[in-house]
């Protein structure tokens, strides 16, 4: 049902109420204020109601669904990452958590929990995870009705007041035989990478995906994007050389596994 009424001077108040949403705005012109609410109540007719029964729905449900849905359509190690993550918000928000009972007060209670361990880049990766999550909640399923992230301040990284630093060759020397002397295989993979990576300029993923084929790098982009087509990145010798120093030693690390929570 839609309402339009005097709003201080010259101004309209339209209103409108449909399928337990009530929207309202405020116009200069009469006019404009009827056009909009015969808009919104169309909008509103149309929107399918909440599913009967949501409010139960707990956190891990919604996961779990997740994961089901959306994570498993992803690479393994992407999925996993996010499984790991789902684990962790878990443990914070509480396993039988009605989903429609986090909002945006609890979600800045986590923010600031997780910055007291992780850098602001990691939260921030994890907050879009679980914004992701509760958007799908919302639209797509209609398990809560409003996103609890609106209103919720995250970190903006400042880029002029970010340093920057330089490694002397002293300390780019002391990382790869720390290494390539450790006892964990995927440091001493981490530390191939990081080698081939300062004589090609390739990036971690493309490092772990990389073969030397004559006097170039061949790469299967198929492991970094969908496109999955081979592309050929000319090299110097001296990235040739390092790339064929570790060519009998191929890596099974994944740049998305990360461990700890």
């Known amino acids: 049902m839609a309402s339009i009424t005097a709003y201080g001077e010259g101004k309209w108040r339209a209103q409108v109420y449909k399928n337990g949403v009530r929207k309202s705005a405020v116009f200069d012109q009469k006019r404009k204020a009827q056009e909009w609410a015969t808009r919104a109540e169309a909008e509103l007719a149309i929107s399918p109601k909440i599913a009967a029964g949501s409010a139960s729905k707990t956190f891990t449900q919604a996961t779990a669904l997740y994961l089901k849905t959306v994570s498993s359509t992803k690479k393994e190690g992407a999925a996993l990452w996010e499984q790991r993550r789902f684990d962790a918000m878990t443990e914070f928000f509480g396993a039988k958590t009605a989903l429609s009972k986090i909002d945006s007060a609890r979600i800045g209670q986590w923010r600031d929990h997780r910055l007291e361990t992780v850098a602001e880049s990691t939260m921030l990766r994890e907050y879009n995870l679980l914004r992701h999550l509760l958007t799908i909640a919302r639209k797509e399923w209609r398990w809560i009705k409003e996103s609890p992230t609106e209103g919720v301040r995250m970190p903006v990284e400042d880029e002029d007041a970010r340093s920057e630093f330089v490694w002397r060759w002293q300390e780019t020397r002391r990382a790869l035989r720390h290494c390539e002397t450790s006892l964990g295989d995927k440091t001493q993979q981490m530390g191939r990478a990081f080698h081939i990576a300062l004589h090609t300029g390739l990036r971690l993923k493309e490092v772990l995906s990389a073969k030397l084929a004559g ?42 596994i990360v461990t700890g929570k």
């Open 215 to 256: 006097q170039v790098i061949v790469l299967d982009d198929s492991k970094t994007t969908k496109r999955g087509r081979l592309v050929k990145i000319p090299t110097t010798s001296r990235g040739r050389r390092v790339m064929a120093l570790y060519a009998d030693r191929p890596f099974t690390v994944n740049p998305n």
